[in-house]
């Protein structure tokens, strides 16, 4: 099905593990963006992408690793995992015009860190 | 001070009135603002978008703009019950690629 797509939906790991979000969109959009959504805290952007090859730091990129090597993929690696990472995480993408924006999110990807 | 300030919530509207959704934000150079709904355990998606001052009407929905004053709102009228939701509130400043976006107001709409 053509759309944003995220995977896994759930995830349980442990403190320590490396941990890699999948996100994958099939409108060749230009742009996508990784957010995390906590209680309190709303959406925070931790990083996006411009571009196959680009890739840019957002709010909260500190323990993520982005990487873009197909403008329709855009994984999100947690390194070490910690549980302060416990939380859902958004993939967005987006064909920005300059003054327009749509955002289209994928379902999210529920992470629970022990 | 945080970038985009919403009301938290809880909203309670009985259904059929008009439910008022307010956003501050404080960067003046932003340009770009828009309302997404959130239900629980769902994605965000976009409902309305506005750049000028004024009101922009989509159906039951009406966003309303104040660049001078810095406020952004969202006017729900005759609200449904499935109009029950997170509404989050993002603003894009000029020349910027990123969204920023208030901690969202929940609304609840009474049978």
């Known amino acids: 099905d053509a759309g944003i797509t995220q995977s896994p939906r759930y995830k349980i790991t442990e403190t320590g593990r490396q941990v890699t979000l999948m996100c994958h969109q099939t409108w060749s959009h230009s742009y996508m963006f990784w957010y995390r959504q906590d209680l309190g805290h709303g959406l925070r952007l931790i990083y996006y992408?411009?571009?196959?090859?680009?890739?840019d730091k957002g709010e909260v990129p500190d323990g993520y690793v982005v990487s873009r090597s197909k403008t329709e993929n855009f994984p999100l690696t947690l390194e070490s995992a910690t549980r302060s990472q416990t939380s859902v995480y958004f993939c967005?993408?987006?064909?920005?015009?300059?003054?327009?924006?749509?955002?289209?999110f994928g379902p999210g990807t529920r992470l629970l860190v022990l | 001070q945080k970038e985009v300030e919403q009301n938290s919530g809880p909203l309670s509207v009985p259904e059929g009135a008009i439910a008022s959704l307010n956003c501050t934000y404080s960067?003046?150079?932003?340009?770009?603002f828009f309302w997404y709904r959130q239900y629980s355990g769902k994605s965000p998606e976009l409902i309305m978008s506005i750049y000028s001052n004024g009101d922009k009407e989509d159906g039951r929905f009406t966003a309303q703009l104040n660049k001078a004053s810095q406020y952004v709102s969202l006017l729900i009228r005759d609200s449904q019950p499935s109009d029950s939701a997170t509404y989050l509130c993002a603003v894009k400043g000029r020349g910027n690629e990123k969204l920023t976006f208030g901690t969202g107001t929940r609304l609840t709409i009474i049978p």
């Open positions: 992408s411009a571009a196959a090859d680009i890739t």
């Open positions: 967005a993408s987006s064909d920005q015009g300059f003054w327009t924006e749509t955002q289209y």
């Open positions: 960067d003046r150079g932003s340009q770009s």
